[in-house]
């Protein structure tokens, strides 16, 4: 992906503080969220509900979610998302102080945000190409900042944040992400407004959403990026439901110790945003998210070999690495070459694939581990990352790549005439 690098406007420094401030409350009540549960409850189905309940509106919405966001304001669409959270936070910190707080309202809580959060993130996904003028290289710096801030404040600012304002009370957590959101709102609200897309012939939402879906399954570069995250969510999520118990018995890890273990994989994914325009120049984009999946697949191998715990965490740093460049190259490219028209659904279908392969990771590794050893479900992810990158390798190669950046851009932009089935014109060309 080459370009010549401008400047981001100044919109983007208030977007991205929006976002930084906004990780922060999430890694506050990500942190606070199940400890409070834990107050409530010791039932691990009843843990469980609460956990899922965020998860569930991308399993039930995400597509129609998106179609809603390409028919929206998306400004509009992200500081009324904050502002709801905002809002809805103060319910059960309100309950929490009367203590009438409960399992089901906390679920309800959970997933009413995971809701806001799917509006909230497929604007923003839409919306940050339009800010920067849909420019490779500008969208790679961007996200690169973008996932460094989200990696820094709700992996390692957040979480003992949120510990730690929990033991003021269970309602302070709560509250101090209520006011993130305020802040980002009132940031996001003071960004600058973008012309919406060229409107589509009137069909219902459920069509809408349809076209959306099947632009992604019908262009084998955007399918291959979509295969990507949720083939890896199969195996990474097989990996994290055993990796605590992995910790403790093979490797003689104590609760401190697997804090240190998941902080090393943090700081790998900010190592990994912050080298991710690079690896993309010297490689091309193609190239490098091949050689970042097959990083992963060999980590994960390396993490389920580990003799001790060192070896164990600089596994999961490389891991971490791998993941931190991905998920900036690969959302990058998609938001230079999907038509305006488009953005919110076709990131939407991609992040649903990749929810909907959470829950099949997570039964992946129990029943591994159960049947077999705690360290199969390990070895079956590391060689399901590996043979995940040999098949997607030709669908995101560099032609593959350079031909969708050049068919996505012709004179008048990629909403112009010329370019109204990208898609089309792509697979005539790589194909």
């Not at 938001?335 to 076709?346: C, K, S």
Request: net charge positive; aromatic share 6%.
């Amino acid at each position: 992906m080459t370009s010549e690098v401008r400047k981001p406007p100044a919109g983007f420094g208030r977007l991205w503080a929006a976002q930084t401030v906004s990780s922060l409350g999430d890694g506050v009540s990500h942190a606070a969220l199940p400890l409070i549960a834990l107050t409530l409850t010791r039932d691990p189905m009843a843990l469980a509900v609460v956990t899922a309940a965020g998860t569930l509106p991308w399993l039930l919405f995400g597509v129609l979610g998106g179609a809603l966001v390409d028919r929206w304001d998306r400004r509009r669409t992200m500081w009324v998302m904050d502002v709801a959270r905002a809002v809805l936070l103060g319910i059960p910190a309100a309950a929490a102080v009367l203590d009438v707080l409960s399992i089901p309202l906390l679920a309800a809580v959970a997933f009413l945000l995971g809701l806001g959060g799917l509006f909230f993130d497929t604007a923003a996904t839409a919306y940050l190409p339009d800010l920067l003028g849909r420019d490779p290289a500008l969208l790679e710096r961007a996200n690169s900042r973008l996932r460094g801030a989200q990696t820094a404040m709700s992996g390692f600012a957040g979480p003992p944040a949120g510990s730690a304002l929990l033991a003021l009370g269970r309602a302070v957590p709560l509250l101090a992400d209520a006011v993130s959101f305020a802040l980002s709102a009132l940031l996001v609200r003071t960004l600058p407004a973008m012309p919406r897309p060229l409107p589509e012939a009137r069909e219902s939402l459920l069509r809408q959403a349809r076209a959306g879906a099947s632009y992604v399954f019908r262009d084998r570069l955007l399918l291959g990026l979509a295969l990507r995250p949720a083939v890896g969510n199969v195996a990474f999520l097989a990996v994290e439901t055993v990796l605590a118990l992995f910790a403790h018995e093979r490797l003689g890890i104590d609760t401190y110790g697997f804090g240190l273990l998941l902080t090393a994989e943090a700081a790998g994914g900010l190592l990994g945003a912050g080298i991710a325009s690079h690896l993309g120049r010297r490689l091309g984009t193609g190239t490098a998210l091949t050689c970042t999946a097959a990083v992963e697949g060999l980590a994960v191998l390396g993490l389920a070999a580990a003799p001790n715990p060192y070896v164990a965490g600089s596994a999961l740093a490389v891991c971490g690495a791998g993941m931190g460049a991905t998920m900036v190259l690969a959302p990058s490219l998609r938001q230079a070459i999907v038509p305006a028209r488009l953005m919110g659904r076709v990131a939407s279908t991609s992040r649903m694939l990749a929810m909907c392969a959470a829950p099949v990771g997570a039964f992946l590794g129990g029943w591994l581990a159960t049947t077999y050893d705690i360290r199969t479900p390990l070895y079956a992810a590391g060689v399901l990352l590996l043979a995940m990158t040999a098949v997607t390798a030709s669908m995101t190669s560099n032609r593959r790549v350079e031909a969708a950046l050049r068919a996505a851009a012709p004179a008048g932009g990629p909403d112009h005439p010329a370019a109204e089935d990208p898609a089309q014109e792509r697979a005539s060309e790589v194909l």
